[in-house]
Each structure stands twice: as structure tokens, then as C-alpha cells.
């Protein structure tokens, strides 16, 4: 009886393959958008987990020395005979011909433990018997070896290790550095022996990092890519919601038959439910395919994007991980369930004796329309709620979440509005008939009319956020990055050499000096500025009190950023925990970390021990100024920086960051265009009985298809028209709650019209080309097909 | 007794008029029976009941010696998988299997199907050339044929047939009946049959007319 059963309701998708296809595309489509982002983020995670597993001193102190200059083997022992459990870490970089490689030197007998964490514990290269017992062992990813070509080390691959960083012993470090005295920094073991001396003078204790700075400040990019995947998700199973529906409706009758027959309720429920389960897991593993795929073609993107913003390590490469395997056909089976349990609690509920009315799912979908109004003005309300009193990116994505399916409930029912006006003020007779008969066909629509809704708001949405981003973000740099070169000195004495020749060369130098600290907790940095027009003219202040600049120069008080207003509750005229006033707050996007502006007068008697080696150059030609500079002081590559190459870098960045966005909009906009084709062409074929006697009347088949490519458009219009509004409330809420939440600042919100134009061009375009392959199909019906229809009516 | 039916009783809401008062009547093997009366009068409430597609309000029917009355819905399914037939007005075959799937249907459902049975029953109804076709390929009376087949393919001790040639011209009409009625006497099964046609009724051997869900009027046919 079961194979029986099974067999007749599969029979359906036999003879509907179209319908099939659509089922399982739009699943498989949902899946891979869903598992392609989790992909990305899960390969990210693992770049940082390896990345963090030794030797960066996260989550460890360190120390320096008080001068600024390097550390050497003698400071090292010094350190070692007052007590001090440190241990050297040696960092450079190798390179060869076009590529270099980050070399980690590291001492694995003195190797704090709380150093060792992650994979690089498991595989314990560090224990007794481990490999750096070996004489001139370096641990590589296997893509870095030909940057050892011509050396004499013992190359041990490891895939897990991210690429262009080695780890090695600190003597072969040296040696592969050339370096034979110097040490970069030394980690200081969390327990020390009671009774240890203070630190002597020349050296200065550096607290930790919090462990998780990379961690935390890509998380926010994370979720949103895990937000957009959902949504991408979503709008993939209003597909599925659909075509699910859609073949419920057309095998009620079927169902019927079954049961008529003798096919227990129980049993007709549960072989439907195993006939998605199935389904599901087809779709799920094609999708998860399609996922990898995709995720294979945007991780360099994201890699390089994440690298540029945070400097996150992140490898560029894609490995199959069981997480995502799991999670995408986990959510393929999830959103099935999701889209079919409406079809099987109506199948349930569904009276034995029913006759398939030809209204029957119209009326249906009346109520379900004005039930699908009050669940949204439900969902508006929570979202108002929400907004006026929620905190914390759940409570942003909460938001975001009332807000669209809000809006995606709300559109039949404003459709069916806006469509009843058009039939109110229609003229003729065939306009009367045209709007009447959209009217019939929105509810078979409007679940893929949702889908395009939401992947229009969704474009607009992101599309404003990232472009908002980078115009702020670049009007900033250009605030911030007022100088036209960066110089960093290796020492002081370095740094007064070069002071001196600039002062002869009559360029105006600001220095840049800072130091580490903590408010309320958490790590802080304090800078001391000279007062100078630069600053004045640029900096990109969002509050303060009048005479700002002055008074900051008399030495009255800070300037602090965006992040530690927002983060303490500080507004000008409050005051800090290091008793200075709040003068004003600027904007610092790109920090996670609370920071402080005083004069260079007071920094300079709150810490005397402070010089500075960064300073900010002032000249009319960098290039000219660069050359000479790199003439005269022989400087290292990274010493100087032009700002207009950082800008050019920043911009790359997030061209990037667009390709990223831009990808996944159109990928969005296409599984919409496809839900539109899927609805169309499951509608066709019910569509018969209405067109027929339009048909007979005098109508041509040409002119009913011209009318359906119409009627498709038209309803792409009025959705489109609402998505705009949708869109830019979903780009305030990202850049106004769910920024402030993830990054400590609000950025502000920049319209871009043109863009907006020619999204609703596409999209209108994808409805067009949705609609007219079922429009041929019916211009091209043969004339007896249309006259079943009569000859079925008796 | 095939079918009894005793003081049955059928009302829709609480409240609302009943739609049978106290019906009763027995069928015995192979006996043919029309079900008549004006719109309205419960006929195909009651042919519904006796399939058990729907709950009584009072009364009771026995089909084949057992109450089906106090059935769950599994126990009312088995019944009508292994008991009786069924033949809609609308014909009701599942569209996406071919004739041939669709005559073994009923018969696999209760595990009863007998190729060569199925074949002679595909030959009685003079469809054997369209077995792989699709049913949207078939007239009217084709396809009420093919219900028919189905229904007869399981050997049902009851045959439950609701307007069968309601959808289909006289001619056409008077062929499936004869066909029914020649298939179900090959079978020795029972048929009652609902109808609005005294000339098709004038064919079965009884003849029960409802008015207002009572029954005015039971004997042999006029």
C-alpha cells in the first residue's frame, strides 16, 4: 500500500517535470546560497583558529623595550636570570623572487603553553618528541614550500598552517632571517614566580590583547554575509513554498482518489512527508555543491577583504567541511518542513468529501491574504518594540527580520489594492477583463512576487549600506589621512636624524605618538596631537563643545572617538576616568578599541618615557619627498607610506567588498526571477480554463500572450515600487542599529537614486524574461488543447 | 446481507435539520439497487456514509456483517479498500498515472490485483488499445469506463456508485450502465447506485426514492 501510494503521488512529478525542477532548483538554489556564505564564514573562522594558534602572543603580555628599540638575545638572558618566565619570539619576512613568507621563530622549551592553543596543540610540534627536536625544522603550507627552494631546512607540510606564515625554531628563524641578535618581542608566561622583581625601567610591560580582536571584529562581517545568506535562503523558499503549494493544490483531487480508495489520512501525511524529506535531500546535496562552488569563487574576495579591513589571515582557499555539509542539508530539510507545513496542515484539516472548486484556492488565499496582513501588522508592531527598546545584534536582526517578512505579508493584500484601483478606473472592455484576471491569478503569484520583493529590498538595503560605507569611509581617510606621507622610524635615534633633515628641508612634521591604556576595562589608546591647521581643518568632529581646537591646545581636555562615546555614554562636557574633559567625539571608523586625543604638551608630561617614532609628513610633492628621504636614510620598504597609495589600497578593498555584495545581489535577484518563471509556468497550464473562452470570443493567442507579459511586468512594477521604500528601511536599520551594534559607530546614510533605477530596470527585466517563456508556450498552444477545455466542461 | 442500514440518521450542525431521518434498508449479494430522489434529498449522503467518507448521527450500517459506524479513519480506509467500490460522477482517476495504472489501482491498493482479471476487465470495457495512455486523452465515457474497471478490479462485495453517467450523453450513458451492471453480475457483486435517472434506474432490480432525507418510496423499479 505504502509503495502504492508512493508511487501514484510521485507519479505526479513524472508527469509534471517543470514543476519538479522548479521544486528542486529552488531548494538546491536556497541551499547553495545558505551553505556557500556558511562555507565562507566557516573557512574564515578556521584561517583565524590557525592563525591564532601560536606564536602571536594573543591573549599574552609581552614585553618591549621602554626606547623603542629592538630586543636582543641579552635582554632576553637578562630578563631570564631577575626571574621572568619569557620566552623570544623572532618574526621577518623571507623572500623570494615575487613572494615572501612570514617567518615565526619561536623557542619551543620556554613556549608558554597558553602560546600553543588550537590545531597546532593537537599536532603538539612542541611536545618532547616533537618535530622542532628535529635540526632545522619549518613548518609550511604545502602551496609556501617553493619559497625554501635553495635553503637548507627540513620542510614539514602542514594544509592546516595559514598560508605565507612558517613556524619554525627561533635559531633556524634567525638564520633564515639573517638576524642573528634580534628578537621581535617576548611573551611573558601568565604564571611567574612569587616574589619576582619589577620589571627594570628600560623595558615596558605591553598588556594583552584581548584573545579574540580579529575574532570580534570580523564576527560583524560575518553575520552579515550569515544575514544575507538567510535571506538569500528565504527568498529560495518562498520558491519551495510555492511549487510545494502549488502541487498540493493540483493533487487535491488526487488525494482525494487516495483516500477514497482506502488510504489512511496517517498514511497519505506520511508518505508526502517522506516524498519532501527526499526531495529535500536531493535539492539539499545539489545545493551544497553549488554552494561549494560558489563559495570557492568568492572566498578570495571576502579573504582579501577581510585581510584589507581587519587584517585577517584568511587562506583564499576552500576545504570540504562537515559543518557546512550538515548545516546546508539541515536547512534544506528545515525550509521543506517550513514550506510544506502549511500545504500538510491544510491537507490534514482537509474534508473528505471537499470538491475541487474552481474558486476554491482563490477564496482560500482571500483569507489567507487578510491573515497574512494582521500576522505582518503583528510582526511591525514587535519591530517598532524592538527599535524603541532592544539592544544588541540579535535585537538588530530581529528587526530586520519583522521588518521583511512584515513587508513580504503585506504584498498581496497592497497588490490586491492597487489592482482593484486599476480595475475601478480601467476603460474598455478587455481592461476590465485584464485586471479582473490578474486579480485571479495574485494569489497563484504571490509567493514569487514576495520572493522578488524581498530580493530587491535586499539589494537596495545592502547596496546603500556598502555604498554609504565606502563614501563615508573614504570622505574619512581623506579626513584622517591628512598628511601626505607616513614615516615610521625603526628607533629614536633614527627618528631624530630624519626630524633634523626635515626641519632643514622646511617640511612640516606631525609626530605621532601614543600609548596603550584602559577605560572602563577595556584596551584604550591615548594620542598626543600638535596643534596644527591640518588637524583643525580636517578631522571629522561629530560633536564638541565651542572653541574645540583651542581648548584641546591649552591642554583642557580630549577629544575621544566614536566608539568609546557610544560605548561609556560620553558627550562633550562629561568626564573621563583619566580625569580629562570630553571636548568633542570624532569619527574613527575601521577601531574597535576606545581612543583619546590630548595635546602633544600634556601627553608629553603624562608620559615622559614616550617618544615618537610614527610621524605624519606635510609635503607638496611626496614622490620627490619619498625618494629623498629613502636616499638619504636607506629606509625599509614598509617605512614610509604614501597616502595616496593607501587610499588607492583602501578603494581596491572595497571593490572587493563589491564584488562580494554584487555577486550575491544578482544571485538573490535571479532565484526571484526563477520563482517568478516557476510560478508562471505551474500557473499555465491551470491558467487554460480562464483564457479558453477569452479565446473563443475573438481574442488571438498572440494578443493573450502580450497580455500575460503585461500582466507580469505590471505586478514587477508594483512590487518594485514597494521594495524601494522597503530597501532603504533596511539600509537604516543596518547602518543605524545593527552598525552601531557590531562596530561601536553609526554611519551615516547616503541615497543613491541612479542605482535604485537601474535595479528596478533589472528586476523588471527579470519579470520579463520570467514571463515569456510561458507566454510562448501559450502564444504557441494548439487550438484543440484550448478546446478541451469546452469538450472537459460537460 | 451485504449492506443494512437501520435507523440512520444525518444531520451537518447541531441545531440544523437533519438531512436523513431514520433510512434504513438491506442489500443482499449481488442485488442492484437505485438510489433516487430530487436534489437535496441526501442521496450522496447517503452512499457517503455507506463508504464511510463521512460520520453518522444516528443509526447504524453494517457492510459485509460488521458496523462501520464506530470505525477510525484507518479501519474506515481498509473498508474501502477491501469491501467496496467506488465511482464518482467526476470519474476521479489520478491524472498522472496511465489507464492501465489506474484499472490495477484499487486493486493493488488491497493487495487483490489479478493481472489476467484486470485484463478482462480492460476488454470488457473496450479500452485495451488505450492502456498506456494518459486519462486527459479520453472521453468522458472512457474515462467513467476506466472508473468503472478500477472499482470492478478489486472484486468489491459492494459496488458504490454516485451519478455515474451523470457527466455523460444517454447513449454513452446507457453503455456504461449496461457495462456496469454486466460486470458487476460477472463479479457477484452488489451495486447501489445513486441517480437522478428513472430510466437508468428502471434498470436495477430495486428502486429507493428520498424526499427531505426520508424514504418515500422503496420497491421494484417503476
Known sequence: MTRLGLAALLSHWRRNPWQFATLIAGLALATALWSGVQAINAEARASYDTAADVVSGSGLQQIRRADGLPLSIADYVALRREGWQVSPVLEGSLARGDSSLRILGVEPLTLPQAAVTGEAAVQSPFADDGIFNKPDVVIVHPEDVAVFEGQSVTLQTDAARPRGTALADIATAARLLQSSDNITRLLVAPDQPLGLASLPPEYSLLQAAPRNDVARLTESYHLNLTAFGLLSFAVGIFIVYGAVGLAFEQRRGVFRTLRALGLPLRNLMGLLAVELGVFALIAGAVGVTLGCLLAAALLPDVAATLRGLYGAEITGQLQLRPVWWLSGLGMALAGTGIAAAAALIKLARLPLLSFNHPRAMSMHAAGVGRWMAAVALGLFVIGAAIAMTGQGLFAGFALLACLLIGAAFCLPLLLSGALHLAQRFHRGTLAEWFWADSRQQLPGLSMALMALLLAMAANIGVSTMVSSFRLTFTGYLDQRLASELYLTTESQAEAEDILAFLKREGVTVLPIIWQELRIGGLPAEIYGIRNHATYRENWPLLASVPDVWDRVAAGEGALINEQLSRRNDLQPGDRLETGDMVLGVYSDYGNSAGQLVISDGLFAQRYPDVSALRFGLRAANPQELAARLDAQFDLEADALINQAELKAFSLAVFERTFSVTAALNILTLSVAGLALLIGLLTLATLRLPQLAPVWALGLTRRHLAALELLRAVCLASVTCALAVPVGLLLAWVLLAVVNVEAFGWRLPMFLFPLDYIKLGALTLLAAFLAALWPALRLARTPPDQLLRVFSNER | ?222
Open chain 2, 1 to 222: 446481507m451485504v449492506l443494512k442500514i437501520t435507523q440512520l440518521a444525518k444531520r451537518y450542525d447541531p441545531g440544523a435539520m437533519d438531512v436523513l431521518k431514520a433510512v434504513s434498508l438491506e442489500m443482499a449479494a449481488g442485488e442492484t439497487l437505485a438510489l433516487t430522489g430530487e436534489s437535496g434529498s441526501g442521496k450522496s449522503t447517503l452512499l457517503h456514509l455507506v463508504a464511510g467518507l463521512d460520520r453518522v448521527s444516528g443509526g447504524s450500517i453494517e457492510v459485509d456483517g460488521a458496523d462501520i459506524t464506530r470505525y477510525s479513519d484507518a479501519q474506515s480506509a481498509e473498508m474501502r479498500r477491501r469491501v467496496v467500490g467506488l465511482i464518482f460522477q467526476q470519474f476521479n482517476l489520478i491524472p498522472s498515472l496511465t489507464v492501465e495504472s489506474n484499472i490495477a489501482f484499487h486493486a493493488r491498493l488491497a493487495q487483490r490485483h489479478d493481472p489476467e482479471w484486470a485484463a478482462h476487465l480492460s476488454h470488457t470495457i473496450g479500452l485495451e488499445d488505450h492502456l498506456d495512455k494518459y486519462p486527459e486523452a479520453l472521453s468522458g465515457g472512457q474515462q467513467q469506463r476506466v472508473a468503472i474497471a478500477r472499482a470492478l478490479a478489486a472484486r468489491p462485495k459492494l459496488l458504490l456508485a454516485d451519478e455515474p453517467t451523470g457527466n455523460l450523453d444517454e447513449t454513452t450513458a446507457d453503455a456504461v450502465l449496461k457495462l456496469m451492471l454486466e460486470s458487476a453480475a460477472e463479479a457477484g457483486t452488489a451495486l447501489l447506485m445513486v441517480t437522478h435517472s428513472p430510466r437508468q434506474a428502471g434498470r436495477m432490480q430495486r428502486c429507493l426514492t428520498l424526499s427531505h432525507g426520508v424514504v418515500q418510496a422503496s420497491g421494484a423499479p417503476p
